[in-house]
């Protein structure tokens, strides 16, 4: 059996490899730091708000407390949107499209500057969105593959074939 995905590494393939690592195998790190942002912001907040009580109104020190609440919370709405973002950054030059090709004995991804080949044994975590499936190698890589493009079989056919060769469960992320 084989199956092969056409897959582009646009924005949208990057934003949603980005979530994938961020609901998988980076969920207690992102956890963390989104607390850590939550206490900063609310006693940001708090001393913000504190000092418009005592008189001072837009002194330098109020304006960069709400500058840096607001940074803060624009990061954590469009943070996978931002990590994708860097990860189109740090491509390098002809990957930007990929044919990778699944069989029995293991997969390969084509790009215009080379083949790699892959054993199903390296793959660490497999996530499932509505229009990727996302390979997790480690905390920071990952390779998306998109589920329109898929040819030899079904995506209910490849769950199973995939499951089966990688022995690890499909972490639907929605």
């Known amino acids: 059996m084989e199956f092969t995905f ?3 590494y646009n924005q949208k393939a990057l934003t949603t490899m980005a979530r994938a690592l961020r609901k998988t195998v980076r969920k207690k790190r992102s956890r ?14 708090f001393l ?16 960069v407390t709400w500058l ?15 990590n994708g973002y860097i990860a189109s950054k740090r491509m390098l030059k002809g990957t930007e499209k990929a044919t990778s090709i ?9 790009t215009e500057i080379g083949k790699t080949e892959w054993n199903y044994d390296k793959v ?14 480690s905390a920071n890589h990952a ?8 040819s030899g079989g079904t995506a209910e056919e490849y769950c199973r074939f995939i499951e089966e060769k990688t022995s690890k469960k499909i972490m639907k992320i929605y």
């Open 68 to 82: 840096a609440i607001l940074a803060i919370f624009i990061v954590f709405i469009w943070e996978d949107a931002l």
């Open 143 to 150: 390779q998306v593959y998109d589920k329109s493009s898929i």
């Open 32 to 45: 963390r730091s989104h607390i850590l942002g939550w206490i900063v912001m609310i006693m940001g907040a």
């Open 102 to 110: 699944f069989t029995e004995e293991g997969f390969a991804s084509i």
């Open 48 to 63: 913000a708000v504190n000092s418009l009580r005592s008189g001072v109104v837009f002194d330098a020190k109020n304006i």
């Open 124 to 137: 660490m975590q497999i996530a499932e969105t509505k229009e990727y499936f996302v390979f997790i190698y």
């Open 6 to 8: 056409e897959t582009s």
